[in-house]
């Protein structure tokens, strides 16, 4: 399906390690001519790691989108009741935001917009990064892979001997994953 005339809502949480391809899907997605608008959980809108400063990242993330960020649940509540998103992606999704999708929480800004933007029965891409994936997180990824309008970026292993529990979405296929989920569609296949 074709992105150019579509709203999606890019919401990133704080798998910092995968900030720099993330942010490279996002200029993919803009140069669609969708209009993107960001989100950020709490933690990765107000956290500097070794990986960078939030700082440069939020000031590439509106470059980027041309929108200001969301990042506290007030701000992102709204997007259920205005109906705004056709597609909300979250990319990176760590174990935590896994677990609280699968459970129903919604107090963060990213697990308030998914929430908020679920209840419109519209798409939403989950774009998996956790230490855990086939650890203590593998039963809310098997929740949420049996859930209503949820797809998945494809995703597997990203160092099996090093840490053989991690899990992380090939993120290139984030554009790939939203025209399909667009079309109701899971992209396959969704193990790679």
């Not at 969301?70 to 998103?85: F, N, Q, S």
């Amino acid at each position: 399906m074709e992105l150019a005339s579509k709203t999606i809502g890019f919401a990133m949480t704080g798998s910092f390690c995968t900030f720099r391809r993330v942010l490279s899907e996002v200029e993919v997605l803009a140069k669609t001519g969708a209009n993107i608008i960001p989100i950020m959980s709490e933690t990765a809108y107000s956290t500097d790691t070794r990986f960078g400063t939030c700082e440069s990242f939020r000031e590439e993330l509106i470059k980027l989108t041309g929108n200001q960020i969301i990042h506290t649940v007030a701000g992102a509540e709204p997007i259920g009741p205005k109906g705004y998103l056709d597609l909300l992606v979250i990319a990176p999704a760590t174990g935590n935001t896994l677990a609280k999708l699968a459970s129903g929480i919604a107090d963060t800004s990213v697990t308030m917009a998914a929430k908020a933007h679920l209840r419109n029965q519209k798409p939403l891409v989950i774009a998996v990064s956790t230490n855990d994936g086939l650890a203590n997180a593998a039963k809310n990824i098997g929740m949420l892979l049996n859930g209503k309008n949820l797809y998945f970026v494809p995703f597997g292993q990203d160092d099996c001997w090093k840490k053989p529990n991690s899990l992380v979405a090939d993120m290139t296929k984030i554009k790939e994953t939203a025209e399909a989920a667009l079309e109701m569609q899971q992209l396959q296949p969704i193990l790679c």
